[in-house]
Every structure is written in structure tokens, then in C-alpha cells.
């Protein structure tokens, strides 16, 4: 499994080469954001899942600076962030408006957008303002909650899953003997 992602991950070397990266090569060359093992794997998979929920373009940033944080593995942490794409975003961020919705005790249930209307382009733009600001509460909370447990529970699984991959191949190697 290792050889296999190192495969398609970029090294050290290729990080020094690179003259846009060069100004951070103090920070980008630590050892431990290259290694790859179970502590570095689990670390960099909670750290893209948890970042992958950032809104917009920065996730791929949040997510090199928090494997940049907590030395875990860093091309890893950012292929994790992909889980998000324009397919899953939006039953992601619908999901985290009903778990902030949860959390923060709202009963009212979902709060449709205000219909676009070019005649009362002022009306409609004050209308999306106040609905943009009723939502923003409870979507953050929930956002902050999903990402949360979704960096816990990919956290634990890839533990597990790399514990088990252990377990199998020494049943493996006993079995030769």
C-alpha cells in the first residue's frame, strides 16, 4: 500500500527543485511531512477531511497548513481534500445546515432563498442579504460539527484499517514459517 501511494506522491527532491517553493523549503523539507506511516497517514487523512469543508478554493491552502501544523503527511493530507468536488458539496453543506440546525435548537426548518426577481433587483438583493444571514449560523456551526467528526471518524478508520493491513501481513509472514 505504501509503495503504492509513493508512486504517485511527489518527494523531497522535487519539492528542492521547485523555484516557487523555494522560500518555503525550511518548512516544506521537515522529514515527517514526507514519511508515511500509520501516525502520519491517520494525522493527514483528518486533516484533509477537516479541511476539505472549507468554503471556496482554500481548502488545499487550510489543509497544507494544518499538515504543516501537526507534521503530518502532506501530500496525503491534500489528496484527501478532494472528497469534496461539485457532486458532493452540496449534500455536504445541506447536511451541515441540518446538523447546525440541530445543534442550535432552530425548529423552523429550511429557509428557502428568496425567487430571483430582475424587476425588483434592490428588493430581491436586500431579501438574499437577510436569508444569507439567517442561514450563516446554523450552517457554520454545523459545518465546524460535520467537519469535525468526519476528521474523528477517518482519523479512527485509517488507523484501524492500516492495524488491520499490519495484523494480516505478519498472519501472513507466520504462515511462510
Given at each position: 500500500?505504501?509503495?503504492?501511494?509513493?508512486?504517485?506522491?511527489?518527494?523531497?527532491?522535487?519539492?528542492?527543485?521547485?523555484?516557487?517553493?523555494?522560500p518555503?523549503?525550511?518548512?516544506?523539507?521537515?522529514?515527517?511531512?514526507?514519511?508515511?506511516?500509520?501516525?502520519?497517514?491517520?494525522?493527514?487523512?483528518?486533516?484533509?477531511?477537516?479541511?476539505?469543508?472549507?468554503?471556496?478554493?482554500l481548502?488545499?491552502?487550510?489543509?497544507?497548513?494544518?499538515?504543516?501544523?501537526?507534521?503530518?503527511?502532506?501530500?496525503?493530507?491534500?489528496l484527501?481534500?478532494?472528497?469534496?468536488?461539485?457532486?458532493?458539496?452540496?449534500?455536504?453543506?445541506?447536511?451541515?445546515?441540518?446538523?447546525?440546525?440541530?445543534?442550535?435548537?432552530?425548529?423552523?426548518?429550511?429557509?428557502?432563498?428568496?425567487e430571483?426577481?430582475?424587476?425588483?433587483?434592490?428588493?430581491?438583493?436586500?431579501?438574499?442579504?437577510?436569508?444569507?444571514?439567517?442561514v450563516?449560523?446554523?450552517?457554520?456551526?454545523g459545518?465546524?460539527?460535520?467537519?469535525?467528526?468526519?476528521?474523528?471518524?477517518?482519523?479512527?478508520?485509517?488507523?484501524?484499517?492500516?492495524?488491520?493491513?499490519?495484523?494480516?501481513?505478519?498472519?501472513?509472514?507466520?504462515?511462510?514459517?
Open positions: 500500500m505504501r509503495r503504492r501511494l509513493k508512486k504517485y506522491l511527489p518527494d523531497r527532491e522535487t519539492i528542492r527543485r521547485n523555484r516557487w517553493l523555494s518555503f523549503q525550511s518548512s516544506l523539507l521537515h522529514p515527517r511531512l514526507w514519511h508515511l506511516n500509520r501516525h502520519s497517514a491517520a494525522g493527514a487523512v483528518a486533516a484533509g477531511l477537516f479541511c476539505g469543508l472549507i468554503p471556496g478554493p481548502q488545499m491552502v487550510g489543509a497544507a497548513l494544518a499538515a504543516l501544523c501537526f507534521r503530518v503527511n502532506l501530500p496525503l493530507a491534500l484527501v481534500t478532494l472528497y469534496t468536488n461539485p457532486l458532493t458539496i452540496v449534500p455536504l453543506y445541506l447536511l451541515a445546515y441540518q446538523i447546525g440546525r440541530l445543534l442550535t435548537g432552530d425548529g423552523a426548518g429550511f429557509v428557502a432563498p428568496p430571483f426577481s430582475t424587476t425588483a433587483l434592490v428588493a430581491w438583493s436586500e431579501a438574499m442579504q437577510a436569508w444569507m444571514l439567517a450563516a449560523k446554523p450552517l457554520g456551526i459545518l465546524i460539527a460535520l467537519a469535525s467528526a468526519l476528521a474523528v471518524a477517518g482519523y479512527l478508520a485509517t488507523r484501524a484499517a492500516w492495524r488491520l493491513y499490519l495484523i494480516s501481513a505478519w498472519r501472513r509472514r507466520c504462515r511462510r514459517w
